[in-house]
C-alpha cells in the first residue's frame, strides 16, 4: 500500500498563499478546504495542508516558528525537466516568492530554491541521473 505524505504548514494568509500556490501551477482538493486551511496537492499522495496560524496552533503546545527567520524544513518537489524546474522558479519569483539561493547545476541533478510569501523554503529539481558513487 502506498504512503499518503501530509507536510503541515503555518501560513499568515490563507488566500495569499492559495494564490501564489495557484500561480505555480498546483491545485487544490476542496474537501479539505475551509477558512482555515486548505489541502495543496503536490503529486499522487504528497499533500501539504496551509493552515492559518491559530488553527495551526491548535495542532501543538510548542510555538510557532517564524520561516522568515528561522528554517523549519526545505519542502523539496522532483519535476520532470530542467525546463519545468526553471520556470517554476521563474513563476514562483513573479508571484510574490523570493529567491533562496542561486540555480544549482549538480550534472546529475539541477535544482532552484525560492522562498514562498510566508518564508518556507521550496526546493524544485530535476534529477537526470544518478547520483556519482561516494
Known amino acids: 500500500m502506498p504512503r499518503q505524505l501530509f507536510v503541515n504548514l503555518p501560513v499568515k494568509n490563507l488566500d ?3 494564490k501564489f500556490f495557484t500561480a505555480l501551477g498546483f491545485e487544490f482538493n476542496p474537501q479539505f478546504t475551509d477558512e482555515n486551511a486548505t489541502c495543496m496537492i503536490i503529486g499522487q499522495d504528497c499533500y501539504a495542508m496551509l493552515l492559518v496560524e491559530k488553527y495551526f496552533a491548535t495542532f501543538t503546545d510548542k510555538p510557532i516558528a517564524d520561516a522568515t527567520k528561522g528554517v523549519e ?9 530542467r525546463e519545468e524546474v526553471d520556470a517554476m522558479g521563474d513563476k514562483a519569483l ?10 544549482k547545476d549538480y550534472g546529475f541533478m539541477y535544482q532552484r530554491s525560492f522562498q514562498d510569501p510566508d518564508g518556507h523554503l521550496w526546493e524544485v529539481f530535476h534529477m537526470s541521473g544518478e547520483p556519482p558513487a561516494a
Do not use: H, K, T
Not at 513573479?94 to 540555480?103: N, V
Open 16 to 18: 495569499r498563499s492559495v
Open 73 to 81: 524544513v526545505i519542502n523539496a518537489i522532483g519535476l520532470d525537466s
Open 94 to 103: 513573479a508571484s510574490g516568492g523570493s529567491p533562496f539561493a542561486e540555480p
